[in-house]
């Protein structure tokens, strides 16, 4: 499938002949690959008589021959998949065969998974879904702020791709313009108060302009500057992630507080923290040294921390 979509991913016309050509097959089984790749990617194929077929909007398709030496340099390893259940899920399952740290990518994932269990909406080629697995040593006290230190890295690859506006909602998701952009889901397996492996869940917006089954404001980084290379942005993604989890291993979550907070959409505003069961109101002040959400409620401060937490803006 791979083969024929990347033929055909820039959009511009290829006779069945060239196609049969390059995948060593007749032009009848161009039509049939064709008719495959439009169920299986869920992509539209134009086929005119005398010009031959086109994609009816271009694809930026994921390069293995171009990520994987760049990503080693950083120590990475990467398998990247056409189609899986969940990066995540994935990474979970590698730790058992293979050495941290490693990438998992894909181009769809047909049980992506938000936080608290909810669905993350990924179709084929548009988006970049990952998961970076590491080791982390030393106590609970390395993991603090961890997965905030993580959209920190996602917010500083969109500034660098020409997005200045984006920011952070905490505890780790990413927003254009008040719209989500990205989401991060952290999984931990080991003993978090000695050695544990972390499986750090990115999924980016990238290409998608329309989808099915998000039941909240989004957006994608097309909307704002354009089409863009994921390969590029995955290579980006990919060194501040480095970088920041470099940081973080190194000084540990004060030394990004700052800059957290300086990114925060809603600091300093009226929000509603829920915990699932009680409602919290008050004023953002910020963030601890742990990463908790620190909020002034009827004049006292009150820190929060705990995956199942979901922060709103009043009105
Ligand atoms: P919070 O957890 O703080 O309440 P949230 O409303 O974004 O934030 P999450 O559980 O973090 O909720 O994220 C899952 C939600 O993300 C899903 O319920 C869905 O609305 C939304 N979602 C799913 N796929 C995408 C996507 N590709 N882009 C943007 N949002 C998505
Ligand atoms: C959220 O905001 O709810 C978190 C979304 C995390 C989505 C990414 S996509 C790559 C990785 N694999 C998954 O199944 N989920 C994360």
Known sequence: ?????????????????????????????????????????????????GRGYRLAESLSLLDEEELAPKLSRFGWALH??????????????????????FLVLAETQTSGRGRRGRRWVSPFGHNLYFSLAIRVQGGAGRLA????????????????????QAGLK??????IDG???????????????????VIIGVGVNVNMVEAAGIDQ?????????????????????????????????????PALKLEW???HIWQGRSCTLSTGTQDYSGVVLGVDNEGGLRLMIDGCERSFSGGELSLRLDQ
């Open 145 to 164: 702020g961890l997965s905030l230190v993580v959209g920190l890295a996602v917010m500083q690859a969109l500034h660098s791709v020409g997005i200045p």
């Open 261 to 263: 907070e300086s990114n």
């Open 1 to 49: 499938m791979n083969k024929l979509l990347r033929l055909l991913q820039d959009g511009h016309f290829h006779s069945g002949q060239e196609l049969g050509e390059a995948l060593g097959v007749s032009r009848s089984a161009v039509w049939k690959h064709v008719q495959r790749i439009q169920a299986d990617a869920s992509v539209t194929v134009y086929r005119v008589p």
């Open 170 to 175: 905490w505890p780790n998701d990413v927003y």
């Open 217 to 253: 404001l989004w957006t994608s980084i097309k909307e704002h500057v354009g089409m863009i290379d994921r390969n590029q942005l995955m290579l980006t993604l990919a060194d501040k992630l480095r970088g920041c989890l470099e940081r973080h291993a190194d000084f540990g979550f």
């Open 80 to 101: 990247l998949y056409d189609s899986i259940d969940s990066t995540n899920a994935e990474a979970l399952r590698l730790l058992q065969l293979e050495h941290v740290p």
């Open 179 to 197: 719209r989500k952009v990205a989401g991060i889901l952290l999984e931990l397996t080991g003993d978090p108060a000695d050695v544990c492996h």
